[in-house]
């Protein structure tokens, strides 16, 4: 089984920012205010809002070539997805089962009684959780010192992989930066398709653009895709 770890690499090419990069979203926004609980028990409005903000850019993106090459590999070679993405766009492109370890910008949650039910466009603090009618609503992704989902899944997942690839991530957030090793470690062949090259300690690597390095890569798996 292939196991792929996804990060905001993929979406680049899509139009939605990556973190790290010159110009990335934690250059405009500190992300101790926007990405915490702290963050959001400070000041919910100002949460929201750049989270209402990503909402609709995502909701205007549409998915690229390497999504559409994932979902492709997912189908045909039974590829796990695991994206550390907020976005929809592996499923936009046909993916059928992809774990959001660091949860959905389109699915809210409530701080208080941890219901989670699809978002509306714009989300605001006074909305109140269908469930218990709080007013406490949150966005359902996961923010520095939460657990992100998912992880006995992953585990298990690593556990059977045969190669473990890693696309369009820095590998700098833990725990998913320790993912190549934990692979490594049990005899797993891991594999980077990045733009550059990464800190993370893989056998082999392809650099380049997403859109490019990624179909190129699951058509030598998969063969050429049939027309
Ligand atoms: P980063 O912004 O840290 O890293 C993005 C990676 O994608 C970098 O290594 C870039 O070189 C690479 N990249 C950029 N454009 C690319 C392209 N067109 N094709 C291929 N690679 C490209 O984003 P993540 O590693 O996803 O978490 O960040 C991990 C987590 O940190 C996010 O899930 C988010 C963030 O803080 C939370 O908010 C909890």
């Known amino acids: 089984m292939i196991f792929v770890l996804t990060g905001a690499g993929l979406s680049a090419e899509s139009g939605l920012g990556t973190f790290r990069d010159a110009g990335g979203i934690w250059s405009r926004y500190d992300l101790e205010d926007v990405a915490t609980p702290q963050g959001y028990a400070r000041d919910p409005v100002r949460v929201l809002d750049f989270y209402n903000a990503r909402r609709a850019n995502a909701a205007g993106a549409r998915p690229n070539a390497a999504h559409g ?135 082999d690597a392809r650099y380049g653009p997403a859109s490019e390095v990624v179909p190129a890569w699951v058509d030598e798996v998969l063969g050429p895709p049939r027309t």
Request: one cysteine or more; aromatic letters at 6%.
């Open 69 to 203: 090459a994932l979902a492709r590999l997912e189908r045909e070679a039974g590829a796990m997805l695991v994206t550390q993405n907020v976005d929809g766009l592996l499923e936009a492109a046909g993916a059928a089962d992809v774990l959001h370890m660091h949860g959905r910008l389109d699915r809210a949650l409530c701080n208080r009684c941890r219901r989670s039910w699809e978002a509306p466009e714009v989300m605001c603090p006074f909305d109140a959780c269908p469930n218990c009618g709080a007013q406490a609503v949150r966005p359902d992704v996961v923010w520095f010192g939460e657990m992100p989902y998912g992880l006995d899944e992953i585990e298990a997942g690593l556990a059977r992989a045969a190669l473990f690839v890693a696309v369009g991530t820095s590998g700098t957030v833990y725990p998913a930066a320790g993912f190549v090793d934990a692979a490594r470690d049990a005899g797993v062949a891991t594999l980077e398709l990045n733009l550059e090259r990464t800190g993370g300690r893989f056998d």
